[in-house]
């Protein structure tokens, strides 16, 4: 696997790491919670081109890769941006695969915030939606088909992460996009494209944590000494980096399968995304244990970081959940 980027992938990440520099600091983040969603960054984000990018040029985008789209999805997760990204990235691919040229096109406009639930549902509830708390639509699978559905009868769920995640209640006139095993492997591939950005994002995350902890070891001193110099904190870390750098590949390789390994793609994205995840919960949970005390107050950005690797993850489930998925793809489903 080529792990160099090319100069226009670097401008990419710097373009997007300096963006939520401005629009996404730290303070940004609190004054956005309880809800997670913070209007004037997913402004500028609909500006930047964040929506559009994930979508074919034939269709209105600029037909980033996918690896391009987990490159922005790292620096997504390093500052834990309030807004819905990944979601509203994988909904208008949808939308476009599916023709559903009108929707897609007030998606890419930013007139309306389009989410995407990556659990499927055969009741008439979609739950714990990403982004379901603000969004004007979602693209879910319910029933066995692909469906757009208004968010107008909602409730927000309260999270560890305040995330603004929403139980959606499905109407009785749904707009299908598609049916039958068709509707099942578009649906399919989202959910393996999902878990692969997310994972980026969890990386994204765990590294910021690291550094967060890095610092902070360098600072704070006992009985005369950073406490960065004695092995029960600066092993941990050590440990966590390490982790981190393993994420971040799977989590890339698992990008780069989509065009290149279209038959190893679900497993890899399944796999990237539990690796990722448990790499950011234990990276989080080690660099707030370093800060004592401090951090656990709100005023502190580590636990920003805690709580909202926990709340990513378990809007899909359990790392075993992914795990299974993994199985699946390699050996087949239980009963197949």
Known sequence: MELSLSDEQRQLVDSFAAMYARESTSQRVRAAEPLGFDPKLWEALVQTGVVEMAVGESDGGWGASELELALIAEQYGRAVASAPVIEAQIASRLLAACGADNLLGSALSGDKLVSFAPRACDSDVLALVPG?????????LVSGRLVTLPTANRTHVQNLGS???ADVTVPGDVSVLADGEHARRLFSNAVDLWLAL???ALVGAAAKAVEIGVDYAKQRHAFGTPIGAFQAVSHPL????TATDGARLLAFEA????PDEAGRATELAAMAFAFAYETARDATYRSLHIHGG???GMEGDIQLYYRR?????????EPA???DRVADARYGAVGG
């Open 132 to 140: 379901g708390a603000v969004a004007d639509a979602v693209v879910g």
């Open 163 to 165: 995330l603004p995640l």
């Open 198 to 200: 997310t994972a980026a």
């Open 238 to 241: 050590a440990d966590s980096a």
């Open 255 to 258: 990008a780069c399968a989509f």
């Open 294 to 296: 401090y951090g656990f």
């Open 309 to 317: 690797v926990r709340g990513w993850a378990m809007a899909f489930g």
């Open 321 to 323: 959940v992914a795990l």
